[in-house]
């Protein structure tokens, strides 16, 4: 069974600080897929990064950076200067992808952020 | 594009009435799914569908049915409303084994 695990439930910061939101995950399949979501307060699930488990090469966009290192079974999220529109609940999820069952997505708890002018 | 649509936006039912949730996509998508949100957790998959005809259980299935007789559409149905489903209800769809598109979400509270 697929499992991910968002430790920190909350945090808060004060805007322009650099921020890493933590996702650990578990998995048997050697091919997949990880994800970071962003909910605002709006409710919407915004797509921020999909990764395959074939390229840990680290990502960058923008004020946005992803570290995936599977030796750790690790892909945390950092946002660099944080901004008040930042705030939002940002999820991490892992997905099988079969042509069978497509790509069922399994989610962390997610993490609440603050940012506080 | 409209991408993934799903009405209605908010939904107050009364326990053991029945209802269902809309949700149509217009990617031509194969892949469709329904998941869950309870207050301050992350979403669960209730329900999916390969294509057409084609329906399976997701991790969270009981209290909840579903169909799939177009490409387009596929709506979840809620027999017997409790308590327990009060959540957001989310609609995705992938073509192939792909990114998923959400829709904005059905909030649904049972009384």
């Known amino acids: 069974a697929q499992k991910v695990t968002q430790a920190q439930t909350e945090i808060s910061v004060v805007e322009k600080e650099d921020v890493t939101l933590d996702c650990v995950y578990e998995?048997?399949?050697?091919?997949?897929?990880l994800f970071w979501y962003k909910q605002p307060p709006s409710g919407e699930l915004v797509f921020l990064i999909r990764?395959?488990?074939?390229?840990?090469q680290n990502e960058i966009s923008g004020r946005y950076s992803w570290n995936f290192q599977k030796s750790t079974s690790s892909f945390n999220f950092t946002i660099t200067a944080s901004q008040v529109v930042d705030s939002a609940v940002y999820f991490c999820?892992?997905?099988?992808?079969?042509?069978?069952?497509?790509?069922?997505?399994?989610f962390g708890e997610g993490t609440q952020l603050t940012v506080n002018p | 594009n409209a991408g993934v649509t799903q009405t209605p936006k908010f939904r107050i039912l009364k326990i053991g009435q029945s209802m269902t949730l809309q949700c149509t996509q217009d990617?031509?998508?194969?892949?469709m799914y329904w998941y869950r949100q309870d207050p301050g957790m992350g979403l669960k998959l209730i329900y999916y569908?390969?294509?057409?005809?084609?329906?399976d259980k997701g991790e969270v299935p009981n209290g909840y049915n579903v169909s799939r007789s177009t490409t387009e559409d596929f709506p979840l149905r809620l027999e017997l409303a409790a308590p327990s489903q009060t959540s957001v209800y989310f609609c995705?769809?992938?073509?192939?084994?792909?990114?998923?598109?959400f829709g904005p979400g059905t909030r649904l509270t049972v009384l």
């Open positions: 990764r395959n488990s074939f390229d840990e």
């Open positions: 998995t048997r399949d050697t091919t997949y897929y």
């Open positions: 569908s390969v294509g057409a005809g084609i329906t």
């Open positions: 999820a892992l997905s099988e992808e079969r042509e069978t069952s497509g790509s069922r997505l399994t």
């Open positions: 990617m031509n998508h194969n892949y």
């Open positions: 995705a769809s992938s073509y192939s084994a792909g990114l998923q598109y």
